[in-house]
C-alpha cells in the first residue's frame, strides 16, 4: 500500500492508496507532537505500508523527527517529496524553488492539470494564495496570516482582545468585541482574496478559474463575490499525481 501525507502546520492529512481498493484518507491536529501523531496514524493504517510519501511544510528539523517516527511505527523509510524547479509541467516562479512550500507546489500543480490556468487559495495555518497561467509557468504568489494566526496576534497583542463567543463571522461591523474580531479577521481575509483575484482576471482571464481549500476554505468561500472551486484535497491529490508520474507535463 502507498500512503501520501500532507503535513501542515496545524494539521495533517493522510490517504492509503492499494491498487483495486478504495482510498482511505484522514487527518487530525497535531502539535508538532511527530511520536503520538504517528502512532495514531499506525493504528488507523496498520502495517502494510509499502511506499511512504510526504509532503511537509514543518521544516527541516520536524521533518527528521518525522522521519525516525515514521521509520519506527510504519517500517517504511518516508520519501520527502519538496518542490523542484520544475515538474509535471510547471514552472516555479521561485530562484530558490525548494523554498516554496510543497503545499502550494503540489496544489499548483494538480489544479493546471486540471484546468490550466488558475488561481489557488489555501486557507490554512497561513493564508496563501498562487496564481499559475496556461503555459504551467507559476506566477507567484502571497503569504499572509490564516484566520487562527490572525485572531492569536490580536489576542497576544493585547490587554483586553478575547474573543469568547462564537456566533458565525460576517462581514457586518461588528457590536462586541467578539464580532468585531471575528468579522474583521474574515473581512480582511476575503478583501485580500478579492482584491487579487480581481487584479489577476485583467491578465489571466476574466474567467480564470480560483479554487479554494484549506481548513477555514468553507468560512471564506460564502463570503466571495465570486464563483470559488472547495477542493479540500488538492495537496494530496498533486503529491498522488506527481508520484504516479501522471504528473508527465502535460495538461489534463
Ligand atoms: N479541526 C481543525 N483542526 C485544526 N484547525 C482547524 C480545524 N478546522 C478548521 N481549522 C482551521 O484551519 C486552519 C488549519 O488549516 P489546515 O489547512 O487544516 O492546516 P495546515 O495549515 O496545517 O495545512 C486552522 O488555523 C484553523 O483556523
Ligand atoms: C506558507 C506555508 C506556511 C503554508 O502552510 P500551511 O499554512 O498549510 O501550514 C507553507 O507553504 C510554507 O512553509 N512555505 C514556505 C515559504 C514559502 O512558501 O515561500
Ligand atoms: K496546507
Redesign the pocket.
Known amino acids: 500500500m502507498r500512503l501520501f501525507l ?8 493522510w490517504r492509503l492508496y492499494s491498487p483495486g481498493k478504495p482510498r482511505m484518507q484522514g ?4 502539535r508538532r507532537d511527530w511520536a503520538s501523531l504517528v502512532d495514531e496514524l499506525a493504528q488507523r493504517c496498520g502495517g502494510h505500508v509499502r511506499e511512504l510519501w510526504v509532503a511537509s ?1 514543518a521544516g527541516r528539523e520536524g521533518d527528521q523527527l518525522l522521519e525516525k517516527e515514521l521509520l519506527r511505527a510504519l517500517g517504511a523509510q518516508p520519501r520527502f517529496y519538496y518542490s523542484p524547479a520544475a515538474g509535471a509541467g510547471v514552472v516555479n516562479a521561485y530562484a530558490d524553488p525548494a523554498r516554496l512550500g510543497v ?1 502550494r507546489w503540489l496544489a499548483m500543480v494538480e489544479v493546471w492539470h486540471r484546468t490550466g490556468a488558475a488561481v489557488i487559495v ?5 493564508l496563501t494564495l498562487d496564481a499559475v497561467d496556461g503555459n504551467g509557468q507559476h506566477l507567484g504568489g502571497y503569504i499572509v496570516p ?4 490572525l485572531r492569536g496576534s490580536l489576542f497576544q497583542g493585547t490587554a483586553q482582545v478575547r474573543v469568547t463567543d462564537s456566533a458565525p463571522a460576517t462581514l457586518g461591523l461588528g457590536c462586541s468585541t467578539s464580532a468585531g474580531v471575528e468579522n474583521g479577521v474574515l473581512r480582511m481575509s476575503v478583501a485580500f482574496v478579492t482584491d487579487v483575484v480581481v487584479e489577476l482576471r485583467k491578465t489571466l482571464s476574466d474567467t480564470c478559474p480560483v479554487f479554494i ?7 471564506l468561500q460564502p463570503h466571495l463575490g465570486f464563483a470559488t472551486q472547495a477542493e479540500p484535497d488538492l ?1 494530496l491529490d498533486g503529491l498522488e499525481r506527481v508520484v504516479s508520474g501522471a504528473g508527465d507535463g502535460t495538461q489534463g
Request: one cysteine or more; hydrophobic letters at 40%.
Open positions: 500532507d503535513i501542515g502546520n496545524t494539521a495533517m492529512k487527518g487530525q491536529a497535531h511544510v503545499d489555501d486557507c490554512g495555518s497561513a490564516g484566520l487562527a494566526m481549500t484549506g481548513g477555514d476554505a468553507a468560512v495537496v
